[in-house]
């Protein structure tokens, strides 16, 4: 039940001649070993935690989640960026594969109306929420906390702190206060793994078991995963080759690079990717503090709902992209097309066939296309959808990001341009501490305020 990786239209041939050749990829060799021994480096220093995540304990997990299997049958996840993609990501992708039975619902913006739209839908006895902050003190996760826990204490006076988990760090911060002062349930966000890469933390973990996911076979997707993605030679660590590809089509000027999984469950896996790429390997400055500007933007695409949206700029457009398909070779559930018009040849070449096969057809297609057009692509293969095939995606990918950072030689564990955000918006909210930063928005506002009075015309 190995995930595979087609990466021969990566490659340079006479219809992709922008390929990468073997010669260039000879020449990384060097490169890529120091990368290599990079990461080794930083896992002795404790510093790659993700990487130790398929052999923890699940059992405290496990437990808990027995305590409450009977009284609630939905969970709303409260919490933003690598605190909600990877849930909403294993959710989604083994929901029907698998028939989970309990509902898991992401509630991952301030949005007034994705609120309101969760909470109308819920039976409120038989829900139980989960806030997930790492640091504990991000605004969008804070103000649901506090919409949230004012409503269960009205709603519930006597159990409130039963219908909340709370997972955050170990030790500090305003959350774990929180639950050292009311005893809230909770669990933990290990220091050592950063927000997008805790998919496999209690982070991901606890909603996804919750659900009816089997996460025992999810880490040991992760772990098979882990084990080919710790060889260092190219040829045999998909996570390092795939990574040295795009690097090189970065240095190309392919400053984009889209995801298309051809079934809608994995959609939201290439929004969770999306982040990790972008937050990781978008950087200004380099290990040294020089200026670098880096990243390569990453855009996801549906199959085969975006051919009729997307692939005509795919095909035709800039050739500025790399493209990853993804597939699933054998579906749990499928459809015969019935053969309802035998005489009519407009949709009879149709019939009889399962639906999966016009849909990965259709993807082929799509390859071919691309191909012809010398956009390079490759395919990540799913022989079926389930714990064991994913837990495999993501450590690939968290390995992939980590390598293709070192490549770049910026640091893909920080995002301060996401801090940036954070720290303007505690600025404008009033929060004590942030009194200087106000003042400069000030100044910038009446600045911006000056301009916009402008007539148009000057
Ligand atoms: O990857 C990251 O570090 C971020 O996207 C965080 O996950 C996101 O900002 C939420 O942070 P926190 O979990 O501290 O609320």
């Known amino acids: ?85 990877g849930n909403r990501a294993v959710y989604s992708a083994l929901k029907a594969e698998l028939e989970l039975k309990k509902k898991i619902l992401v509630c991952d913006n301030v949005d007034p109306i994705l609120l309101y739209e969760i909470l109308e839908q819920i039976d409120w006895d038989r829900t139980v929420f989960n806030l997930i902050s790492k640091s504990g003190t991000t605004s969008e996760t804070m103000a649901a906390y506090m919409i949230i826990a004012e409503i269960l204490r009205k709603k519930f006076p006597t159990d ?11 030790n500090k911060g305003f959350l774990r206060d929180i639950i050292n002062r009311e005893g809230y349930p909770s669990f933990v966000v290990p220091d050592n793994v ?49 990574g040295l590809l795009h690097y090189l089509y970065m240095r190309q000027g392919k400053n984009i690079s889209v995801m298309m999984p051809y079934t809608n469950p994995l959609y939201d896996c290439a929004d969770w990717y ?16 020089k200026e670098v500007f880096v990243g390569q933007t990453p855009v996801k695409a549906l199959g085969t709902t975006d051919q009729h949206s997307q692939v005509q700029l795919y095909t035709e457009g800039p050739n500025d992209k790399v493209f990853t398909f993804i597939t699933v070779e054998k579906f749990n559930h499928d459809y015969i097309i019935p053969n309802i018009h035998p005489d009519r040849e407009e949709v009879n070449f149709l019939a009889d066939k399962p639906l999966s096969r016009l849909l990965n057809t259709e993807r082929l297609a799509t390859e071919i296309a691309l191909t012809r057009a010398g956009r390079p692509n490759c395919n990540i293969v799913f022989p079926e959808l389930n714990e064991f095939t994913l837990g495999q995606f993501f450590m690939l990918y968290e390995v992939q990001t980590v390598f293709t950072g070192k490549l770049l030689n910026i640091d893909p564990l920080d995002q301060p ?37 402008k007539p148009l015309a000057d």
């Open 417 to 453: 341009g996401v801090e940036a955000g954070k720290i303007a918006t505690y600025a404008m909210m009033g929060k004590a501490g942030f009194e200087k930063e106000l003042e400069s928005i000030d100044a910038y506002l009446q600045q911006r305020n000056l301009l916009t009075k």
């Open 160 to 170: 409130y702190k039963q219908r909340m988990i709370i997972t955050t760090d170990k």
């Open 194 to 242: 950063g927000g997008r890469f805790s998919v496999l933390t209690d982070v991901g973990l606890v909603s996804s078991a919750f659900a009816g996911v089997n996460i025992k076979a999810l880490l040991s997707g992760a772990q098979a995963m882990k084990l080919r993605c710790e060889k260092d030679d190219l040829i045999q660590n998909p996570a390092y080759l795939n």
């Open 1 to 85: 039940m190995e995930l595979r990786f087609d990466y021969q239209n990566l490659l340079y041939s006479n219809q992709i001649r922008c390929g990468i050749t073997s010669d260039i990829i000879t020449d990384m060799r060097e490169k890529c070993l120091e990368a290599h021994h990079d990461i080794v480096s930083d896992r002795h220093k404790n510093i790659l935690g993700f990487y130790d995540l398929p052999l923890q304990d699940v059992t405290p997990i496990l437990d808990y989640l027995d305590t409450i299997k009977d009284r609630f049958d939905t969970m709303v996840v409260l919490g933003i960026g690598g605190s909600a993609l």
């Open 274 to 289: 999306r982040q990790l790429w972008a937050e990781s390997l978008g950087k200004r400055y380099n290990r040294q503090g």
